[in-house]
């Protein structure tokens, strides 16, 4: 049995979901599919008497693992909105071009728009 190039890793809170997919495109298809039906709305938080907006909160996380130090993701925040990062111990923020979402930034970093 072969084994799959792209892992896919999403965790909601305590929950962690695995998938494996052939290649980056199938598994960032897999990403956005499951990240963008979630209902996620949270609330400020309160910790060490400082309190966290929603939007500074990661509600949800998809990350892609695969072949040849492949490590990017995908962060939903509290408020709804998605940011694509990529690195593994120092995770860089993946910027948006006009009329891109989190996962097509992600797609044209990773070449597999």
Do not use: C
Request: charged share 25%.
């Amino acid at each position: 049995m072969a084994r799959s190039q792209v892992t896919s890793t999403i965790r909601i809170g305590p929950k962690v979901e695995r998938t494996h997919h052939d290649d980056v495109l199938s598994a960032l298809l897999a990403l956005r599919e499951r990240l963008s039906t979630l209902d996620i709305a949270r609330d400020p938080v309160t910790v060490f008497r400082r309190e966290i907006a929603p939007g500074a909160q990661v509600a949800a996380r998809g990350e892609l693992r695969g072949k040849g130090g492949l490590n990017a993701g995908v962060d939903v925040r509290g408020d709804g909105s998605a940011e694509a990062w990529t690195g593994r111990w120092r995770r860089q923020l993946v910027a948006q071009q006009p009329g891109e979402d989190a996962y097509a930034a992600l797609g044209r970093v990773l070449g597999g728009s």
